[in-house]
């Protein structure tokens, strides 16, 4: 299967990933096949309005129950946030992955 060529963020997260703030997303294993070293099309999941590329780095899995401060660091939120707006995205999924990425 290849490699996804585009990615949507909720319009909040648009500001935070143009500024380098926002340097991580995690996301459900339907979601977890971008491969390092491509780059993908970015745009808003509510209107499908392009923003920017960005360079996949890493996809790493992780456990919900692992998630720390520096994987809320690198959301741009605190660990608290970052569970709840999780479990609000994928209710009751603990098997994730980290899509670590670059703006260019």
Excluded at 14 to 22: F, Q, R, V
Excluded at 41 to 66: A, D, M, N, W
């Amino acid at each position: 299967m290849a490699a996804p060529t585009t990615m949507t963020f909720f319009a909040r997260f648009k500001a935070d990933i143009l500024a380098g703030k926002k340097v991580i997303t995690i996301r459900d294993e339907s979601e977890s096949d971008y491969q390092p070293g491509t780059v993908v099309e970015v745009s808003t999941l509510e209107e499908g309005r392009y923003f920017c590329h960005l360079r996949i780095e890493k996809v790493e899995p992780v456990q919900f129950s692992q998630l720390t401060e520096f994987h809320a660091e690198q959301e741009n939120m605190t660990l608290d946030q970052l569970k709840r707006v999780i479990g609000d995205i994928y209710p009751g999924i603990e098997e994730l992955y980290v899509i670590h990425y670059q703006l260019v």
